[in-house]
């Protein structure tokens, strides 16, 4: 636990310290990523064990705090997609064409790393659809999900995937270094 908090600590300070790693070391995004992707999982699934309509809240409440918390200063975290659910979601202009890259080619499971206008930089996941999401972003969901999905995401466009599709991006964006 300390030493994760101490990593954590790390991936805030280190981009932005004076005599961090340079441009030749870009801000570690994987490792950033790493303990959103875990909590978040770990949330839904908890959720899920009271009900897929009971755990709409967890997601719904739990993503964007679990995000924040893994980001910092100058550090961003979130999640968007082609197919969105939450509007709040759409993505940022420097991810749209990733977007459109995995779109094009579904097969490409690798991340990627970016150079932002202005000095920062991004990096993205690629998520992918396994037999758990589909309780609420499937094919067929069961009426009483349908329902509050309905009402709590009107204009909900992240339903009909299968197991294995792609569907979206894992993102984290890093301001660009202090200058000095
Ligand atoms: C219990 C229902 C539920 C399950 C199960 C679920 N999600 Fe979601 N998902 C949601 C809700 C609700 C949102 C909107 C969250 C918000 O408001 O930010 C969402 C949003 C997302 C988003 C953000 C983009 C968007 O459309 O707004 C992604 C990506 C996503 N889900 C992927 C997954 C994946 C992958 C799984 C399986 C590991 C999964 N979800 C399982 C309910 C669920």
Redo the contacts with the bound molecule.
């Keep these: 636990m300390k030493r994760l908090l101490s990593l954590l600590l790390l991936g805030v300070i280190t981009p932005a310290g004076a005599g961090g790693p340079g441009p030749e070391a870009p801000p570690d995004g994987a490792a950033t990523l790493r303990p959103f992707k875990r909590e978040l999982?770990a949330a839904?699934t908890a959720?899920?064990a009271d009900g897929?309509a009971n755990?709409?809240d967890?997601?719904?409440l739990q993503?964007?705090a679990l995000a924040a918390a893994a980001g910092g200063a100058g550090i961003t975290v979130g999640?968007?997609?082609h197919?969105?659910?939450?509007p709040?979601?759409a993505p940022r202009a420097w991810l749209e064409p990733l977007l459109a890259a995995r779109l094009a080619d579904p097969g490409d499971r690798e991340p990627r790393t970016v150079s932002l206008p202005g000095g920062g930089s991004g990096y993205v996941e690629p998520?992918?659809?396994?037999p758990?999401?589909l309780?609420?972003?499937g094919e067929s969901l069961v009426p009483e999900?349908q329902a509050k999905?309905g009402k709590?995401?009107p204009q909900d466009?992240?339903t009909g995937f299968r197991e294995g599709d792609f569907?979206?991006l894992f993102w984290v964006e890093f301001a660009p270094p202090d200058p000095r």
């Excluded at 998520?127 to 396994?130: C, L």
């Design positions: 999982l839904l959720g899920l897929a755990a709409i967890v997601c719904r993503a964007p999640r968007t997609s197919k969105l659910r939450n709040a979601n998520i992918y659809v396994q758990l999401c309780a609420c972003h999900v999905l709590l995401y466009q992240a569907r979206g």
